[in-house]
């Protein structure tokens, strides 16, 4: 085994744990089976840290730091499930919950769905912002996915795994703020790309039903157990 | 005017970029947009293939950029500004105006394809409000002050417009023309740049830049000696040099002023910022709305490189120093200093995370150090007379001149140039010619700062004492409202600002300034819970956002609320 990093002690919610230096506090609550919630983080493909929901207190710090960027320092306290990071989180919940279409009733994704997961956990019992209706047209010209971006919540999983891991680069992203919706090459039906292998890997890290495989019933589409695993193997032979 | 036919071909465009790498991709749509007024799918392909970069991700970048477009335009774009500013001079009516007579919507082309009309956010031209900007195809951009009609905007100015400047401290901004920029001559041989590299080590600049106390002119007063010691010391090779000319913050327009009119000034102090943490490249970000401050600049260049001030072995020193200029294209959030990386490196403007900073991974992920146009203007002075000379103005921890941006209800709108701790009522009254009508508000630091009541006035323009009563700075954005405005309506613009600006990539602010500019829409008629939702999403984005633009996205609302309730029931 390589040589490590200096163990490093800390406090995650008055626990004190012990950590490598090159841990993200996110990684050293999992292993301490401390929930911490998150969105676009997969592990195996680069951070992003968009989603905002694993943000964290540090004692001393003034601002609010997402855990899966974070890095372990010696003596830190950390707090994980403050009233104000509840707030904000079922915040953002809510606000991604109005404005896509998220019938769970009648996405093929339900009971598999990472936002719906989320909701539930986080205790969001209720939206206070009318629903933006958005009326997106659904994507059916791939043979075997569909893709929905009704229920898109942009955590960007399906580009980045198409292009650091398959290296197709098939997905983007166009537009800004609001606006912003993922594309498949020049913004052309899905079935069209040219750069697509078909190889599934975004519909395996798509959090929510809006990449699932064709001809699912309600609640049918599981995504595959093991992918995370084969991510980072993919991953790490790349490097 | 010339016509569309001179425009450069696809294929001439194509072959001058090739090869050239990613960071190309900016300059490169630059050209085929002028040239062809959008960007065909064709080019998309073309380009892909001369910079190896994929479909989906150039077409990802398009759409990123206000002023790229996918489809056909018409052969002039008119852009009208409807930020405050120019809402206060009736950019709305001339918007309406505009439209009217050319038979179009906003964003809508006439059916001749003659011309596109759009709405456009601040243009950094608010002492001349309203103002326009005209894209020709083939030929490129033109700003539009003082815009009347359609007829004004498309007359061809060829007589430049004077910048309103003033001074107390008679630094930067005195016994220099305002309607042209300083020449060469003019200018002097680069004295402070000359003594450096005949007497001075790296460190030593550092070292005098810090006893200066000089901070960040470009809104988050970071202390600038700090910076360039911190990029000084990486060890990773190269170091880059930035100039963040983005200024794009509503109201603020100081730094356009000094492109113009001082741009040797700007870029000495940039060659002594490269030569205290030996970068040998560097550049200089200006906004796409920005032409005549760009096409200033690039004269300075040429102009200087053929002297030897800058280029290779610059004064027989031995020290290199390249300077390239990048335009942006029409997007805020490219001030964002890691978003600014990202353009130059031609991807979508997307802040990126931090740690680790830029002075350690940068551009290109190398040490680089970023700083605002006026920061760097101040550069040469420090060096030349010292940091002591430099404290003489300001306090203890806001030192020397800063220059302000005023803008709205005052007699004489413009740059003008204070010690630190001036207060803002010495600033309107013996500077600006005195508020004109019964003074209502005040916006201290843009759309991203806050608002002053009128009893507030007295506070001394300083980093702390701004802080002390809840405001700021920022970049020294100063907009004035008389009783006659609609503080709602200002509210409305602001909201609609961030809304379109915000860059999308994390979920607070691309969906809380969405939801924040529905809220402000109705302020004349709320609905019930509207107040509490706006402050919920307003500290839910100041406090969980990924960078600085949603953390400010509501300051000023939030800000508008403790002094004005009554505007939000
Ligand atoms: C949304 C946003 C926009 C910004 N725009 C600008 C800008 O136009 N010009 C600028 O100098 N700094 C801007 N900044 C600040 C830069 O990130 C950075 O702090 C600054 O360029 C550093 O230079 P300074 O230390 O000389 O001020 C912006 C920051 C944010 C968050
Ligand atoms: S199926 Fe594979 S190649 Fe096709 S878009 Fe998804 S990840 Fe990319
Ligand atoms: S399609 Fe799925 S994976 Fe892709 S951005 Fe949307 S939610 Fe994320
Ligand atoms: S705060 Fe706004 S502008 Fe900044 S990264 Fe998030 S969405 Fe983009
Ligand atoms: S998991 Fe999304 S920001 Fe950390």
């Not at chain 2, 950019?91 to 906003?106: A, F, K, M």
């Not at chain 2, 113009?260 to 030569?275: D, F, S, V």
Request: some cysteine; charged content about 25%; aromatic content about 6%.
């Amino acid at each position: 085994m390589a040589v490590r990093s200096r163990i490093k002690t800390l406090k995650i919610d008055g626990r004190d744990v012990s950590a490598h230096e090159d841990e993200t506090i996110l990684q050293i609550a999992e292993e301490n089976g401390i929930f911490i919630p998150t969105l676009c983080r997969i592990e195996g493909l680069s951070l992003i840290g968009a989603c905002r929901l694993c943000l964290i207190e540090v004692k001393g710090w003034n601002r609010l730091v997402p855990a899966c960027h974070t890095h372990a320092e010696e003596g830190m306290e950390v707090f994980t499930d403050t009233e104000r990071l509840r707030n904000y989180r079922r915040m953002i919940i809510e606000l991604l919950f109005s404005e896509g279409n998220h019938v769970c009733a009648v996405c093929v994704s339900n009971g598999n769905c990472e936002l719906q997961y989320l909701a539930q956990r986080l205790g969001m019992d209720h939206v206070r912002f009318p629903n933006m209706q958005p009326v997106r047209k659904v994507d059916m010209t791939h043979e075997r996915f569909v893709l929905d971006r009704n229920r898109c919540v942009l955590c960007a999983r399906c580009i980045r795994v198409c292009d650091e891991i398959e290296g197709a680069h098939t997905w983007d992203m166009r537009g800004r703020g609001i606006d912003a919706r993922v594309i498949t090459d020049l913004d052309i039906p899905w079935g069209d790309s040219e750069t697509c292998t078909s190889c599934g890997k975004c519909v395996n890290v798509c959090p929510v039903g809006a990449i699932v495989e064709k001809g699912r019933a309600v609640g049918e589409m599981t995504k595959r157990k093991d992918f995370l695993v084969y991510l980072s193997k993919m991953r790490e032979a790349k490097k | 005017m010339v016509s569309a036919s001179h425009a450069e071909s696809l294929e001439s465009i194509i072959s001058r970029f090739a090869g050239r790498g990613r960071d190309a991709l900016l300059p490169a749509l630059w050209a085929i947009q002028t040239a062809s007024g959008h960007i065909n799918l064709e080019a998309v392909r073309a380009l892909s293939l001369a910079l190896n970069v994929p479909e989906a991700d150039i077409y990802g970048v398009i759409g990123f950029y206000s002023m790229f477009h996918d489809q056909p335009t018409g052969e002039t774009i008119i852009r009208v500004c409807t930020s405050p500013s120019c809402g206060l001079a009736g950019s709305d009516d001339l918007l309406d105006h505009v439209c009217q007579r050319l038979g179009v919507e906003p964003g809508q082309t006439t059916s001749d394809g003659r011309y596109t009309v759009e709405e456009t956010t601040c243009l950094g031209l608010c002492e001349h409000a309203p103002a326009a900007l005209v894209s020709q195809r083939g030929v490129g951009e033109r700003s539009v002050p003082s815009a009347v009609d359609l007829e004004s905007i498309l007359a061809d100015h060829s007589a430049p417009y004077p910048a309103v400047t003033g001074s107390l401290t008679h630094l930067l901004l005195d016994g220099i023309p305002v309607d042209r920029a300083q020449t060469l001559a003019e200018y002097g041989d680069y004295s402070a740049l000359r003594r450096t590299l005949n007497d001075l080590m790296p460190d030593e600049v550092v070292a005098k830049i810090q006893a200066s106390g000089l901070l960040g002119r470009g809104g988050a007063a970071f202390p600038t000696g700090l910076k360039w010691e911190m990029a000084r010391r990486s060890e990773e090779k190269p170091h880059y040099v930035i100039c963040n000319a983005d200024e794009s913050e509503p109201g603020t327009f100081k730094d356009r002023v000094l492109m113009e009119l001082r741009p040797h000034l700007l870029l000495e102090g940039l060659a002594l910022c490269a030569y205290a943490i030996e970068a040998e490249q560097g550049y200089l970000f200006i906004r796409g709305e920005y032409p005549l401050a760009t096409q200033r600049l690039q004269q300075a260049i040429d102009a200087a490189v053929a002297s030897g001030y800058l280029g290779d072995n610059i004064m027989g020193s031995g020290f290199n120093f390249h300077v390239e200029i990048r335009r942006g294209a029409g997007a805020y959030i490219c001030g964002e200093e890691t978003a600014l990386f990202e353009a130059i490196e031609g991807k979508r403007g997307f802040p990126r995370i931090k740690p680790p900073y830029p002075t350690r991974v940068g551009l290109f992920g190398k040490p680089t150090v970023i700083n605002n146009v006026e920061t760097l203007c101040k550069v040469p002075g420090i060096i030349n007379r010292g940091g002591r000379w430099f404290r003489q103005w300001g306090t203890d921890l806001s030192t020397g001149v800063k220059l302000v941006s005023v803008s709205g209800h005052v007699s004489r709108p413009g740059v003008y140039e204070i010690p630190l701790g001036t207060p803002l009522r010495q600033v309107l009254t013996e500077l600006c010619g005195g508020v004109t009508g019964r003074l209502q508000a005040v916006l201290m630091g843009g759309a991203a700062g806050t608002f002053l009541a009128p009893d507030e006035i007295d506070t001394p323009l300083t980093f702390e004492d701004l802080r002390t009563v809840g405001s700021t700075l920022g970049s020294g954005a100063i907009m004035v409202f008389n009783d006659s405005v609609d503080l709602r309506d200002v509210l409305r613009r602001l909201g609609a600002f961030f809304q379109h600006e915000s860059c999308g990539k994390c979920y607070p602010c691309q969906l809380g300034t969405q939801r924040q500019k529905e809220i402000l829409d109705r302020l004349h008629a709320p609905l019930p819970g509207d107040r509490e939702r706006l402050t919920d999403i307003g500290q839910t984005m100041s406090e969980s956002s990924l960078c600085g633009l949603g953390q400010t996205a509501a300051a000023a609302v939030l800000s508008a609320m403790k002094r004005w309730p009554h505007l939000f029931e």
